[in-house]
């Protein structure tokens, strides 16, 4: 069974620039998180998709958004690109059946702003 | 609001050495809790999770951790560490459904001394 896949692997982008970036879900997961992990800040959630709709947010701007397709896929794009936005964005996966609920990570992807 | 402390940023043990991580947790109601692993540019792999029953719960890779509701704790144990353990290990805390996201700590650094 495929797990979490992401892409791209790294992405390198200039400030002020917008970035993209895409999950697809281990198969039968209809939820998706999104994750950064920045140097000396740790892993913090971002956002939660399920079924379709943004379910909720972490303690992020708005120009961090994203959505979910019909096959529960998701990309998450991050607007008007900022220094301290380079970080691993790990996207993860779960069944979505409620509580409790096992998430099951991605690769990640490196964005780095220049 | 849910947190999560792993007290020790970096240990040291020697190849086949026994291994213990500490996790302390706070949160208001009943606790998910999960030990994750990461290698260097990798994404996140689970090694446990305890949602009820049995506090003492078996993962993958012959890791095990025990939940102490009396202590706030879930420390990740293995009796005999392996060079290829090194890694990063993080202890989270999910309120389930997805509502928050998991909640990290801040991990702990693995190194294994030969």
């Known amino acids: 069974e495929a797990g979490v896949t992401q892409s791209p692997t790294h992405l390198i982008k200039t400030r002020g620039q917008q970035a993209t970036l895409r999950c697809s879900p281990i198969?039968?997961?209809?939820?998706v998180y999104w994750y950064q992990q920045a140097l000396g800040l740790g892993l913090q959630f971002l956002l939660w998709?399920?079924?379709?709709?943004?379910?909720n947010r972490g303690n992020f701007p708005p120009r961090f958004s994203g959505r979910q397709f019909p096959n529960y896929s998701s990309e998450l794009n991050v607007n008007a690109l900022e220094l301290e936005d380079s970080a691993l964005y790990l996207c993860?996966?779960?069944?979505?059946?409620?509580?409790?609920?096992?998430?099951?990570f991605g690769p990640g992807t490196r964005l780095t702003v220049l | 609001a849910q947190s999560v402390t792993q007290p020790d940023i970096h240990i040291t043990v020697s190849e086949g050495a026994s291994l213990e991580l500490r996790c302390n947790y706070s949160y208001g109601a009943t606790p998910y809790l999960f030990w994750y692993v990461q290698s260097p540019g990798q994404g996140l792999q689970l090694l446990l999770k305890y949602f009820s029953g049995d506090t003492l719960v078996q993962g993958i890779k012959g890791f095990e951790a025990e939940f102490k509701r009396s202590q706030s704790s879930f420390n990740l144990r293995k009796p005999s560490v392996h060079w290829s353990d090194a890694a990063e290990y993080f202890c989270a805390v999910g309120a389930g459904g997805g509502a928050d996201g998991l909640t990290f700590g801040k991990g702990t650094h693995l190194i294994i001394q030969p």
């Open positions: 998709y399920d079924e379709g709709e943004e379910r």
């Open positions: 198969s039968g997961h209809t939820s």
């Open positions: 993860a996966s779960s069944l979505g059946t409620g509580v409790p609920d096992t998430q099951y």
